[in-house]
């Protein structure tokens, strides 16, 4: 039983943090609190998190990162397939924590705690039964 919930605890953070970034790249959380703002400060976030890719790709790039953020964060809350859909959102974390320690330096990504928020969703994986 007490798994239960601690395997909740993992989905449900995972989920909101997710929730959060794509509600602050939207403009939903207001300038005083947010990171981005806007979907413009996020496109421009996003090309210099991938600095080798043509700036044509960036919307797309944009667009797609916060689909995949929509989906698992809902896959998340509602329990679907929670092993693969841990590991995806670990990799994805992953992959952001990497890029921000590569063209940011590794300060970022422990402020941000990426790194922690990838384990967690790679940890979940392991404890999951489905």
Do not use: C, H
Not at 18 to 34: I, K, M, P, T
Not at 58 to 65: G, L, Q, S
């Amino acid at each position: 039983m007490k798994s239960y919930y601690i395997k909740l605890f993992l989905r449900i953070a995972l989920a909101l943090g997710f929730l959060s970034a794509v509600a602050d790249r939207l403009g939903l959380w207001g300038q005083e609190v947010s990171v981005w703002g806007n979907w413009q400060n996020f496109q421009t976030y996003t090309q210099s998190l991938v600095p080798y890719m043509p700036e044509v790709f960036i919307p797309f790039i944009a667009i797609i990162i916060t689909l995949m953020e929509v989906v698992l964060a809902l896959l998340l809350i509602i329990g679907f397939r929670i092993k693969i859909t841990a590991l995806v959102s670990g990799y994805l974390l992953l992959v952001f924590a990497v890029s921000m320690t590569l063209f940011y330096g590794i300060k970022g990504t422990f402020d941000y705690a990426v790194f922690t928020a990838a384990a967690a969703a790679m940890g979940l994986s392991t404890l999951s039964d489905q």
